[in-house]
């Protein structure tokens, strides 16, 4: 569970456990995944991760709004206020210099091909010869925070202020 001072774990089967950051470093928390048996925790902050004597750590060069945290493929990928990174061996890759990596959803019945929300509107996500090719969707520059797919080519998207609109993909996802 993200909180606005730390973040807690609710096992329903176990003991609770509740980390609490009495340093503020931490912040207010927007995102926390499991990724190869560590504890990653994205807040307003940075990126941290919980080392294995669960000591919160930050990681370099994280600085600013970590918004979401993803494993798509085998890959940690890291939306935040600078664009989008993929997070190796705890240190961070940028893949897409587009601000603001909220959300990003796989499109249903396509192997590699991704659509995020940005502060700048819709932002494709495919994978080809194993390297992501990034491309933005310019018909709009609205922001969208978060995006769920009716079917393959029709989402509906959050507008991050202004309500809820229908987006329609052409197919090859290059337009909208």
Known sequence: LGLDNGIAAVNLSNHNYFFNDLSGKLGAVYDVIKYKETIYIGSNTGLFFLDTKNKLQFIKGSQGQV???????GEL???HNEGTF????????????????WSIEKVPEKKNIFIQGTYAGFVRFK?????WVVKHLGETTMPFRSLVFEDAKTAWAAHAYKGLYKVKFDNNYDTI
């Open 77 to 79: 990928f890291c939306g």
């Open 67 to 73: 918004w979401n945290l993803k494993e798509i493929d």
């Open 86 to 101: 993929i997070i190796t061996n705890k240190k961070l890759q940028k893949v897409s210099s587009y601000t603001g990596g």
């Open 127 to 131: 994978k080809e010869n194993k390297k």
